[in-house]
């Protein structure tokens, strides 16, 4: 599907030309600010969604398992080659309605906290992100004092990041009673899988809420081997994704930036309502 942001902006501009030639706007004035409000569409970076986790609970398995069908173009980021350092690969991802960015780093061990850089570099990375996906392998839920550092750190950078980190609890097909009780026909838990799986997400919910009282995300327990439940997991990740970055929402952030850049003595009267009314929406 073409995003029909274009064709929404050109009716715009042709509703505001109306009003230009009431003189409420100069015909220059309107270029001017035309061209910033286009400039600054066309220049939308995509979503930024970071993987962070530990060491093998399978992040990239995840992002393969998730992305599989989409267009993926590799760029490997070195923020950091020293070696013990972590590594950051970096891709973008081209879907229907835009690219996505999605980060993979690595190397959220016991050791990363003893290497200041690490720190930075994470740092760095997340202070530009959108939404962090937490992966926690379903066999050790307790976040470690590393991970707690870092949930301050993340507060640190952007308080609002915190309740855009979606927990993604993977492998749960080895919940108990092991791997040879899930439903390879079905591909779904057993019954008893299923309740075992309700209760570590509970579990992982208190652990969190008693690092992170005011989080107030989501917790999906999946599985990327398995590929089970990853519609629910692109679903969250989706929904964490902040109002004014989600390409849906695009034209009528289109017609609210719009909106913002022309002086308030410049706007006839029903838009200047819309002004107020948009600026409530937007919040
Ligand atoms: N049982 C099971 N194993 C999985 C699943 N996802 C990943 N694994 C396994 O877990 C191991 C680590 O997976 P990776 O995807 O490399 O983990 P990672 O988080 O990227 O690890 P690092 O890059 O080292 O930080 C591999 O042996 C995977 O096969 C899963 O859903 N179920
Ligand atoms: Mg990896």
């Known amino acids: 599907m073409e995003f029909n942001l274009k064709s929404n902006l050109f009716s715009l501009k042709d509703e505001f030309k109306k009003f230009s030639l009431k003189k409420k706007i100069s015909d ?22 970071a993987f962070i986790g530990n060491c093998g609970v399978g ?22 080659q020293e070696e013990g350092l972590i590594e950051i690969k970096a891709e973008t991802l081209e879907g229907e309605n ?14 990363f906290i003893s290497k200041e850089k690490n720190l930075e570099t994470y740092k760095k990375v997340l202070s530009d992100i959108d939404v962090i996906i937490w992966v926690l392998d379903v066999q050790n839920i307790e976040l470690n004092n590393t991970q707690e550092t870092l949930i301050n750190e ?10 855009r980190i979606v927990f993604a609890l993977n492998k749960v097909e080895i919940i108990h009673p092991g791997q040879s ?14 309740v075992n799986i309700v209760e570590r997400v509970k579990d992982v919910e208190e652990i969190i809420k008693e690092i992170i009282p005011e989080w107030n995300g989501q917790i999906v327990g999946y599985s990327a081997e398995k590929k089970y439940n990853l519609t629910k997991l692109f679903k969250i990740i989706l929904e964490a994704v902040p109002e004014e970055r989600k390409w849906e929402f695009a034209s009528r952030k289109a017609l609210s ?27």
Not at 98 to 111: A, E, Q, R, W
């Open 28 to 49: 220059e004035d309107f270029e001017i600010i035309w061209k910033e409000v286009t400039d600054k569409i066309n220049n939308e970076s995509p979503s930024k969604i």
């Open 59 to 80: 992040k990239s398995s995840t992002i393969n398992s998730l992305f599989n069908a989409g267009q993926r173009i590799n760029h490997t980021e070195a923020f950091n």
């Open 98 to 111: 835009g690219f996505l960015d999605i980060y993979n780093i690595s190397g959220l061990d016991d050791s």
């Open 154 to 163: 993340i507060r640190e950078i952007n308080p609002a990041l915190i309740n």
């Open 181 to 194: 009780d899930w439903n390879p026909l079905m591909n779904l838990p057993s019954e008893e899988q299923e």
């Open 257 to 283: 930036e719009f909106i913002e850049l022309v002086d308030d003595r410049f706007l006839p009267e029903e838009l200047k309502e819309k002004k107020k009314d948009l600026k409530k929406t937007n919040r």
